[in-house]
């Protein structure tokens, strides 16, 4: 072969692949710090791209590893997004409870709980990139009554559950009905309501579907 075609046949191969190092050179040593350094790059590239950045080949790309590597800890996308949710929402969660603490009677948490996150969500930039986009997310949505949802709640939410007097079951029921209907409110905002008139509407509709009244007492049976 001559050599002017040879090195027009090399031209035309497909640059190699830049070669990156696994983890970026610094691999974790136990599986629950590889998991948060998954999550935190799922956090790093919805913050950047929205929830387009949410896909296994963006995240495995971000962390530096391979996407098995990504499925070795979560089984598809939706384990994923849901798992980076949570991840996302800690901070979240220990200020609502630093709010919740501040009031005594459950039915007036109930309303600040649901009030506070709703006006949060939207200043969050993985919380806000999930639910405020023009249409929400599909995964995010099929999560959100699913059992780590519902525990992640149920924790944030300790203190609420605590002065209700709420069992296990009662709880879970609760912290159901205050899911959905958060889900409700933020997919179908309109109408918009004042901050006040948005406390009414809970005070007087939410309340009552956790078997509590607008004093904070279970109300008798």
Request: hydrophobic share 50%.
């Amino acid at each position: 072969m001559p050599a002017a075609m040879s090195a027009r046949s090399l031209r035309r191969q497909p640059p190699r692949a830049r070669r990156t190092r696994a983890w970026a050179g610094d691999p974790p040593t136990l599986q629950a710090a590889a998991r948060e350094r998954l999550l935190e790059a799922a956090v790093r590239c919805i913050a950047r791209d929205g929830m387009a950045g949410s896909n296994v080949a963006a995240v495995a790309a971000e962390a530096g590893v391979s996407r098995p590597t990504v499925y070795r800890y979560f089984a598809d996308r939706q384990a994923l997004v849901e798992a980076t949710l949570m991840h996302a929402g800690r901070d979240l969660s220990k200020r609502l409870g630093a709010q919740l603490r501040r009031l005594s009677a459950p039915a007036e948490m109930a309303v600040e709980a649901m009030c506070f996150v709703l006006e949060e969500i939207p200043r969050e930039p993985v919380l806000g990139a999930m639910w405020t986009e023009a249409a929400l997310d599909a995964s995010a949505v099929a999560g959100i009554t699913r059992r780590p949802a519902l525990d992640w709640s149920r924790d944030a939410l300790q203190d609420l559950v605590r002065a209700a007097g709420w069992s296990d079951e009662a709880a879970d029921e609760a912290v159901e009905v205050m899911l959905r209907l958060l889900l409700s409110l933020l997919a179908a905002p309109e109408p918009r309501r004042s901050d006040a008139a948005l406390r009414g509407f809970l005070m007087r509709r939410l309340v009552p579907a956790l078997g509590l009244d607008a004093r904070g007492r279970r109300p008798s049976r």
